[in-house]
């Protein structure tokens, strides 16, 4: 095992860390499209700013460095005052101590950097949850992924959802994200959800505006393509909702919906089917290659899972975060001989 920084990584070295990516999805999550060698180093390497990701592979020390065959990842974003981590062992390769191995190398540098907690989003149905809890995790937040299948929708159905905005609603398309001069109000929109929210946040939503625009651009490096559709209440120029999808290049079929928001003040005239149904007509167009769109949402937000469900989305899975206290993970961890 040891340290590794995905920049200064062979192509080889990366390729085999997808291959071992897609062994892992084929194992655990067999519905899920396998990754493209496709910006891989930069979705690994790409932080934002005041964040650092660390990572050490597990790899066949019989071949010579960079043709080797890495089976094992860990990863440790540190972020704030937590550091998320991410753990992948090759299917033909686990419950020999490997997983705990990796885990463990992550938290003794937590420990030395002085993170006091860490946390870990577990797939529901995976082995993972077993290992985590094993290892002395505990569960904090639960979401339900759903997946909407492009080939399945009723077009016209969604082209009425689309249509039926309340009058005083402006709704915009922006590819990319949003434009400059609206960033202000895009952020003031996430501000207000945020007071919302009591979810354990393992990915921070970018608030001000600076933050935002750092927060697009690395999605950019990343090759996470973001789309946006905004709806405006012309009145008074505010945003009154806001839905973000990312097309990622690593797997194009599949994009990610992220935050989906409609302002407090503006709910109950249709604009989050709206939205959501106009980010589908121009996916459609924009993105040949997706057949489907992901997300996640709380159990409660019950308001929000009516509309997913009435556009097409399909629960797949529950998806937890688990946390930990580093010094006790350090201590669990510690060998024992
Ligand atoms: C979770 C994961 C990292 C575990 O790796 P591993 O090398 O098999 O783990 P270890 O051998 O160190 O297991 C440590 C302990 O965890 C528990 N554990 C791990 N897998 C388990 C399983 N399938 N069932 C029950 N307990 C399990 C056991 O207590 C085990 O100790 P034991 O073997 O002495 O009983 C591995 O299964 C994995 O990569 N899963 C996919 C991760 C993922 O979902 N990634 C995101 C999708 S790409």
Redesign the pocket.
Known sequence: MREWDPRAASAAEIQSLVET?NA??A???PDDPPWQDVLVREYLAETMHGERRISWVAEDDRLPEGESKVF?HVSILLLGDIGVL??????N??????????VGVAARRAYLEGFSSIGVE??GG???I???E??GFEREYVETRSVLTLSKLDWDALGRMAAGIGAGYRVEYHPGGPPDELLEAYAQAKLEAQSDDDELDLAPRSSDPQRLRESLETLHKRGLKPYIVLAVHEASGAVAGLTEVVVPAQHPERADQYDTIVVRDHRGYGIDRAIKARMLFELRTAEPDLLEVQTWNAQHNESMLKVNAELGFQPDRDWYEYGADVAQLVQTLEPTD
Do not use: K, M
């Not at 991410?86 to 299917?91: A, F, N």
């Not at 390769?93 to 990796?102: A, I, N, T, Y």
């Open positions: 990516l892992v999805l194992a655990d999550l094992g991410e753990v992948l062992v090759h299917p390769l686990r419950r020999r101590g490997l997983g705990e191995q990796l577990v797939i995976t082995s993972a077993a290992f985590y094993a290892l």
